[in-house]
T-cell receptor
Framework: GAVVSQHPSWVICKSGTSVKIECRSL??????MFWYRQFPKQSLMLMAT?????????EQGVEKDKFLINHASLTLSTLTVTSAHPEDSSFYIC??????????????FGEGSRLTVL | DQQVKQNSPSLSVQEGRISILNCDYT??????FLWYKKYPAEGPTFLIS?????DKNEDGRFTVFLNKSAKHLSLHIVPSQPGDSAVYFC??????????????FGTGTLLAVQP
């Protein structure tokens, strides 16, 4: 089956620093990837849609300049949390849809990245 | 605006009995629905899905029912097993973009199956 991998799985950083999270589709090419965020005991909130070769589409309320998304290849999307603050601490999860199953709507998720900002 | 809602934050069931998880949605454009299972600190894993042209889909112990008129779907797990204990999310999608369709998730229900 399709596999989506994230790295790092957890990261601790100081307030004011930037953190990059990578999302890779390992056995299929993904022109579109999705970045979600989950606070403790809450739902997965869609942050943005990452489009290969073009700008990401951000959901309402998500700061584009704070959460930089780059989708430079068909297998890699990166999310950079710039000037991180403690309120950015969260579980970030990426996902992608295998084009062969696009009509089913199923998304494959990465393992998630736990960010803790001190 | 929570377009997909799971009104029960938690559910406790005895092993061997049926677990019924419910989900309601408000957007009439949604035409594909999925259930995901999630353990702490892991990404969600796909369980089962249903298209709006159907009202039932079954896969082993898992059955999803869709009531379009009520904008309601449910996931039945029978028999429930302790390994089913996890958070279950329902998700919905509208077919207006193919591979770029985004999934909107519900708030999740924590299922605890007691041995």
């Amino acid at each position: 089956g399709a596999v989506v991998s994230q790295h790092p799985s957890w990261v601790i950083c100081k307030s004011g620093t930037s953190v990059k999270i990578e999302c890779r589709s390992l056995d299929f090419q993904a022109t579109t990837m999705f970045w979600y965020r989950q606070f403790p005991k809450q739902s997965l909130m869609l942050m943005a849609t990452s489009n290969e070769g073009s700008k990401a589409t951000y959901e309402q309320g998500v700061e584009k300049d704070k959460f930089l998304i780059n989708h430079a290849s068909l297998t890699l999307s990166t999310l950079t949390v710039t000037s991180a603050h403690p309120e950015d601490s969260s579980f970030y999860i990426c996902s992608a849809r295998n084009p062969t199953s696009a009509n089913t709507g199923e998304l494959f998720f990465g393992e998630g990245s736990r960010l803790t900002v001190l | 605006d929570q377009q997909v809602k799971q009104n029960s934050p938690s559910l406790s069931v005895q092993e061997g009995r049926i677990s019924i998880l419910n989900c309601d949605y408000t957007n009439s454009m949604f035409d594909y629905f999925l259930w995901y299972k999630k353990y702490p600190a892991e990404g969600p894993t796909f369980l089962i899905s249903i298209s709006s042209i159907k009202d039932k889909n079954e896969d082993g112990r898992f059955t999803v029912f869709l009531n379009k008129s009520a904008k309601h779907l449910s996931l039945h797990i029978v028999p429930s097993q302790p390994g089913d204990s996890a958070v279950y999310f329902c998700a919905a999608s509208a077919s207006y973009g193919g591979a770029t369709n985004k999934l909107i998730f519900g708030t999740g229900t924590l299922l605890a199956v007691q041995p």
